[in-house]
């Protein structure tokens, strides 16, 4: 079965800071990958997606992810950190094939704090 | 383009007590999904919706738990009698017909439901 892990629950940085956020996946086939994002008191929005085009991945608000199959991993970065940025952030996978391809499985999340 | 619309917002009631939550998806999409995210942890499919047919619904909890959609636009998850482990936030998506998943869900705000 996929699943998803995600290392570090919380992320304090600074802002204008790196934003990393890690996301490790597991998977025999490369799943289609995504990173989602829910603003305080808001839903779950989409900030970019993985589906076997180029490895590194361009989203919303300045993030990126690239997907190494080598490492199963699907990182989130962003080069310069902005207050806005805090919120929650999920990784996810679905299977490309299958009767479940189109059921997304999420990691447990990890909370970015920016500190001024 | 509106958006998922769910509502309520938020719904507290007591254990014991029947609780209906309501999802309009965005206008011409068949695929309609339910996630849950229980207090800390992972955000859980509980199934999805192609038009008014049940495609998967193998994430449901118990039988407590009843989702419709009739006429295969707007769907109803009600949960009777509630528990207090069903608190939580309740996620619903749609997507597009043919809706394979790498389109990305577009996801509601959710309703977050707390039993007492």
């Known amino acids: 079965a996929q699943s998803v892990t995600q290392l570090g629950s919380h992320v304090s940085v600074s802002e204008g800071a790196l934003v990393l956020l890690r996301c490790n996946y597991s998977s025999s086939v490369p799943p289609y990958l995504f990173w989602y994002v829910q603003y305080p008191n808001q839903g779950l929005q989409l900030l970019l997606k993985y589906t076997s085009a180029a490895t590194l991945v361009k989203g919303i608000n300045g993030f990126e992810a690239e997907f190494k199959k080598s490492e199963t991993s699907f990182h989130l970065t962003k080069p310069s950190a902005h207050m806005s940025d805090a919120a929650e952030y999920f990784c996810?996978?679905?299977?490309?094939?299958?009767?479940?391809?189109?059921?997304?499985?999420f990691g447990p999340g990890t909370s970015l704090s920016v500190i001024p | 383009e509106a958006g998922v619309t769910q509502f309520p917002s938020h719904s507290v009631i007591e254990k014991g007590q029947t609780v209906t939550l309501r999802c309009d998806p965005i206008?011409?999409?068949?695929?309609l999904y339910w996630y849950r995210r229980v207090m800390g942890k992972e955000i859980k499919f509980l199934l999805h919706?192609?038009?008014?047919?049940?495609?998967?619904e193998s994430g449901m909890p118990n039988n407590r738990f009843l989702a419709e959609r009739t006429g295969g636009t707007y769907s109803t998850l009600k949960v009777q009698p509630a528990e207090l482990e069903d608190s939580g936030v309740y996620f619903c998506?749609?997507?597009?017909?043919?809706?394979?998943?790498?389109?990305?869900?577009?996801f509601g705000s959710g309703t977050r439901l707390t039993v007492v």
């Open positions: 206008s011409g999409h068949d695929n």
């Open positions: 998506a749609s997507s597009q017909t043919g809706g394979q998943v790498n389109y990305g869900y577009t």
């Open positions: 919706f192609v038009k008014e047919s049940k495609q998967d």
């Open positions: 996810a996978v679905s299977d490309r094939y299958g009767t479940s391809y189109d059921k997304v499985i």
